[in-house]
């Protein structure tokens, strides 16, 4: 199993942009089996899935946050990274890198996780 | 998209006893498409389940998960004191991927 950690700012500001980026270790971002992606949690509530990228660059994203979400990848970092704009008090949550199982393993399931990291919106 | 409604909310239990657990989609799931993980305080969701009934790699056998279509269960035998935590379902059958509300597994 690849390990996951995010890293990033911990506090952004209203109508800011939250950035986090994602390395993994033991795995390959540039695998064609596995998406890499992002699931938030606000603090004492439930998941949701944000967004994923595949090994050639295609992007899948929940059409809940489309507008304001961008995931991309670093290859050479073996790294994949999530931009969220605008972000407002709503987005405050833990924030999760995942790899997802792709079609040729039959399915999207989410595997392993990062540990996750807290966001907090605040002025 | 698909809305997924888990029961109970909250499932109190002894140790050594079994514990089920519902999950309800609103339409369909695709090819069993569902998967169940469990969480405890302050750590990642942990893979349990994918396919509705395969266990992920080293997970105990003695959860178990099965279902289809609208209804999916899954099912923990003897529980151990370590498996009280919150369990998610998640449908992964169309786009947006959902989870559940969770449904939290206490200690009687």
């Known amino acids: 199993q690849p390990q996951l950690q995010e890293s990033g700012p911990g506090l952004v500001k209203p109508s800011e942009t939250l950035y986090l980026a994602c390395t993994v270790a033991g795995g390959s971002v540039s695998s064609s089996t596995y998406y890499w992606g992002w699931i938030r949690q606000p603090p004492g509530k439930g998941l949701e899935w944000i967004g994923s990228i595949y090994y050639d660059g295609s992007t899948y994203y929940n059409p809940s946050l489309k507008s304001r979400v961008t995931v991309s990848e670093d290859t050479s970092q073996n790294q994949f990274s999530l931009y969220l704009d605008s972000v407002t008090a709503a987005d405050t949550a833990v924030y999760y890198c995942?790899?997802?199982?792709?079609?040729?393993?039959?399915?999207?399931?989410?595997?392993?996780w990062g540990r996750g990291t807290l966001v907090i919106v605040s002025s | 998209e698909i809305v997924l409604t888990q029961s109970p909310g909250t499932l109190s239990l002894s140790p050594g006893e079994r514990a089920t657990l519902s999950c309800r989609a609103s339409q369909s799931v695709s090819n069993r498409y569902l998967a169940w993980y469990q969480q405890k305080p302050g750590q990642a969701p942990r893979l349990l389940i994918y396919g509705a009934s395969r266990g992920a790699t080293g997970i105990p056998d003695r959860f178990s998960g099965s279902g289809s279509g609208t209804d999916f269960t899954l099912t923990i035998n003897r529980l151990e004191p370590e498996d009280f935590a919150v369990y998610y379902c998640q449908q992964y059958g169309d786009s947006p991927y959902t989870f559940g509300q969770g449904t939290k597994l206490e200690i009687k």
């Open positions: 995942v790899r997802q199982a792709g079609e040729v393993l039959g399915g999207h399931w989410f595997d392993p």
